[in-house]
């Protein structure tokens, strides 16, 4: 069977790039060029499709929490100092268990006194961070766990590192740790009271969380995203974010209630977001410690929970893997999901075309959403949907009805979007929807049936993505099987788990589910995979930590990373069988 081939049908100009601010600087060095990750806003940035799932791990309830103190005898915050380049070198002494063979084995330059997390008192158990910058060559040293040797006169430590602020790189070594658990350098992503006097941070800022992402469940091997270069635990399940991941404040959120020096960090924390880097309690975020700190920005950051944060798509501002360089990329080199359709037999009651999707993010989007029948006979399409009508659902309430597009109030500005119907008899509904989840249903006029298509195009907001398809039909034979597009727009792959389920709703009290769905992937008329029951599948054991394995193992799914482009997914019964279905594409 040679499957529909499904077409983007829009194309984006690229957005003029805007100009990056100065990077933040210490003792009269630059802390990393103004293209490091560091310094490069998030704000434009697609919201990830995990995004729900992580900032829940995180906590949707759980408060922020500014970690440093306007006491100074507390030790709270991580402190830091500076040296110039005539300090001596200290020798580093590996801790018992130390990451040595992790560490950057070189000479440190840190001071007798330098100040350590928590205080020179601090437990053994503790991160007793120390950081240090050398101002002549602008380089960074950081130390976890140590303690001073000899009056100071040399250090232990658990894991070191060093980072020339002058560069973006080379990053770490992949795999390698650092002071900090992601393989990151902590100073640059602490919050500082000279910023925030300066008006502004123009930086991401470092975040822990309790529940990390830390194994690939396919292959054993370490889970994190870039920047970061090292994991953080074994567990294995996607629902929790790994380390590297990046979260912004809502845009959405208002800052105009808190003081001025709680709106600069707010400010930042929607412009540069975190960057999760350690793991320790949910939505800590560090920063240095002074005497100038008001308490009113502890208690109002201590106001706002995890549910104004969203996580965002970090992967088109790699340049490469093992640098640290970002680009501010234009909207166009976002790995997403965009067009989605599916195409299948329209019958009557409850064996009409329901078609559902989500759109994600934090702001509202356009779509239209479109059902198509007439124009389905130059395919060769037997017995298309002569006159297809349209519903638009968000839970029990009707958005928006059609039968003829061309009757619609708004018919001009779907004409204006590009994607009017070919035929007058189909229809389509233009609408500015909230992010959630919403119902396409696709039935014939007068209780006719045929084949039909119901699918939905994006108009605007490419930070806002479509995030899954999921359609439910009857599933028969030849050509009335179920098949399902969707399109890959970008410049960079994108990881999506595609099923096909059919047991699993009977509990769902549908008749006549489909016993054994089979399905098959195709880019097109090329087969890319091909799957029965999910458990068979070699990659299995990744389709379960997705958190979007099917609930019955006779229901199908394909896990793949897939490059931009046009792909269909075709749902049949095993040996011929027929029966109510479902196919559904999810962004991971």
Same mark, same amino acid.
């Given at each position: ?369 479109? &059902? !198509? /029948? =007439?124009?389905?006979?130059?395919? $060769?399409?037997?017995?298309? +949907? *002569? @006159? #297809?009508?349209? %519903? ?107 099923? &096909? !389920? /059919? =047991?699993?709703?009977?509990?769902? $009290?549908?008749?006549?589910? +489909? *016993? @054994? #769905?089979?399905? %098959? ?68």
């Amino acid at each position: 069977m040679i499957p529909l081939r499904f077409c983007a049908l829009f194309a984006l100009a690229s957005a003029a790039l805007p100009a990056l601010a100065a990077p933040p600087t210490v003792g009269g060095c630059q802390v990393f060029p103004a293209d490091n990750h560091w310094n490069t806003p998030i704000d434009a940035l697609p919201v990830h499709p995990r995004s729900t799932d992580w900032v829940a791990t995180v906590g949707n309830t759980a408060r922020l929490h500014a970690d440093w103190g306007n006491n100074l005898a507390d030790n709270f915050g991580i402190p830091f100092a500076t040296v110039n380049g005539a300090h001596p070198a200290s020798l580093i002494i590996p801790n018992a268990g130390a990451f040595d063979d992790e560490s950057d084995n070189v000479p440190f330059p840190i001071p007798v006194d330098a100040p350590v997390e928590g205080g020179l008192g601090a437990p053994s158990g503790a991160d007793r961070h120390v950081l240090v910058i050398e101002t002549n060559n602008c380089i960074l040293y950081e130390l976890y766990q140590a303690f001073p040797v000899n009056g100071g006169t040399n250090w232990s430590a658990t894991s070191w590192a060093r980072f020339d602020l002058k560069t973006n790189g080379p990053l770490r070594q992949a795999g390698w740790t650092s002071a900090d658990a992601a393989g990151l350098p902590i100073f640059p992503g602490l919050v500082r009271w000279e910023e925030v006097v300066a008006g502004e941070i123009t930086h991401a800022i470092r975040m822990t969380a309790v529940q990390i992402w830390g194994r690939d469940a396919a292959t054993g091997g370490q889970k994190y995203l870039w920047p970061g270069r090292h994991a953080s635990g074994t567990n294995t399940s996607g629902a929790r974010p790994p380390m590297g991941a990046r979260f912004r404040l809502k845009a959405s959120f208002d800052v105009t209630p808190y003081s001025q020096p709680t709106r600069v960090i707010l400010t930042a924390l929607k412009k540069y977001g975190f960057i999760l880097a350690d793991g320790g309690s949910n939505w800590f975020f560090q920063g240095v410690s002074s005497a100038s700190w008001p308490d009113a920005v502890f208690s109002e950051l201590g106001s706002i929970a995890g549910a104004n944060f969203e996580a965002v798509n970090a992967d088109a501002m790699q340049v490469d893997a093992n640098s640290g360089q970002a680009l501010v990329p234009a909207p166009t080199a976002f790995p997403r999901l965009a067009n989605i359709s599916t195409r299948m037999q329209v019958l009557t009651g409850n064996d009409v075309l329901i078609g559902g999707f989500i759109i994600g993010g934090s702001a509202p989007k356009t779509v239209v959403v479109r &059902a !198509r /029948g =007439p124009s389905l006979v130059p395919f $060769g399409i037997a017995n298309a +949907l *002569a @006159n #297809p009508t349209l %519903q638009l659902v968000s839970g029990a309430t009707v958005i928006a009805t059609n039968d003829d597009w061309g009757q619609a109030a708004n018919a001009a500005a779907i004409q204006s979007s590009g994607f009017a119907p070919a035929n007058a008899q189909e229809s389509a509904v233009l609408a500015t929807l909230a992010p959630g989840a919403y119902t396409a249903i696709v039935a014939g006029a007068g209780g006719t049936s045929g084949v039909g298509i119901v699918e939905v195009f994006e108009v605007d907001r490419l930070d806002m993505p479509l995030i899954n398809i999921a359609t439910r039909g009857q599933v028969l034979t030849g050509n009335d099987v179920m098949i399902g597009g969707f399109v890959i727009q970008g410049t960079r792959p994108q990881t999506v788990l595609v099923r &096909a !389920r /059919g =047991p699993s709703l009977a509990a769902a $009290g549908i008749a006549n589910p +489909l *016993a @054994n #769905p089979m399905l %098959q992937l195709f880019a097109g008329a090329s087969a890319i995979a091909v799957n029965d029951n999910w458990q068979s599948a070699t990659n299995q054991a990744a389709v379960a930590a997705s958190g979007f394995a099917p609930g019955n193992t006779l229901e199908a799914a394909i896990l793949v990373t897939l490059p931009p482009g046009a792909y269909t997914a075709i749902v049949t019964g095993s040996d011929g069988g027929t029966g109510v279905g479902i196919v559904e594409v999810f962004a991971l």
